[in-house]
């Protein structure tokens, strides 16, 4: 029997690598981390982590998986678990 394996769920937005699981591509996303740009809306930023967090609890929904895939939500795990949600919902159709 030939071993099947499942083909990957989860693209990187920035670069397009793919992931088996959303752990995998949070942790991938770490090679992005030193950006001082908003790769969603431009805006130059000191701090990306932050930015994304405030346009995410305004609603947006893109700046959420951003928020997510760059480590936030260990200061609100309620959060944290909408944008890991959202983020399993519409990361492959993310394209920044």
Same mark, same amino acid.
């Given at each position: 029997?030939?071993?099947q394996t499942t083909p990957p769920n989860f693209s990187c937005p920035l670069c397009s690598r793919k992931?088996?699981?959303i752990w995998?591509? /949070?942790n991938h996303f770490r090679e992005h981390k030193n950006?001082? /740009?908003c790769p969603i809306c431009r805006k130059s930023v000191k701090n990306l982590i932050k930015?994304?967090?405030y346009r995410f609890v305004r609603?947006? !929904?893109e700046h959420g $998986?951003?928020?997510y895939l760059l480590g936030g939500g260990n200061e609100n795990p309620k959060l944290r678990r909408v944008a890991r949600?959202?983020? !399993? /919902?519409? $990361?492959n159709r993310l394209e920044w």
């Open positions: 029997m030939g071993g992931f088996h699981t995998a591509l /949070k950006m001082n /740009k930015h994304a967090y609603g947006d !929904e $998986v951003l928020w949600n959202l983020t !399993e /919902k519409i $990361v």
